[in-house]
């Protein structure tokens, strides 16, 4: 079982900057690879940016991409999204997730076969 708890969210203006964390349980994160997916409101829940265990790869959506960073401390079994240039499209709740299961095939691409754990989510708001 794992456990995951967001935090970071909250409402900034067009062009500033948030950085989300996922907190999570369990000796095996580091064995998992990660991502963020949000859901903005009337839309479906679409992948924003992941990370394989050892931090060696990233991958982001191209919505994304050049103003999000993902980043993981297995040490600490936190992982971060550190959101730049904001904009108001970027406006949903924030979800962390793991792979379906741990030692994926893709695990070296960054690649999530599934979702097995989500955080709650938290709330991003960008004002114009």
């Known amino acids: 079982q794992v456990q995951l708890v967001e935090s970071g969210g909250g409402l900034v203006q067009a062009g500033g900057s948030l950085r989300l964390s996922c907190a999570a349980s369990?000796?095996?994160?580091?064995?998992?690879?990660m991502g963020w997916f949000r859901q903005g409101l009337g839309k479906e829940r679409e992948f924003v940016a992941s990370i394989s265990w050892s931090s060696s790869t990233t991958l982001y959506a191209d919505s994304v991409k050049g103003r999000f960073t993902v980043s993981r401390d297995n040490a600490k079994n936190t992982l971060y999204l550190q959101m730049n240039s904001l904009k108001p499209e970027d406006t949903a709740v924030y979800y962390c997730?793991?792979?379906?299961?741990?030692?994926?095939?893709?695990?070296?691409?960054?690649?999530?076969?599934?979702?097995?754990?989500w955080g709650q989510g938290t709330q991003v708001t960008v004002s114009s």
């Open positions: 369990g000796r095996t994160f580091s064995n998992y690879t």
């Open positions: 997730a793991t792979d379906s299961r741990p030692w994926t095939s893709a695990r070296a691409l960054g690649v999530m076969v599934g979702v097995g754990y």
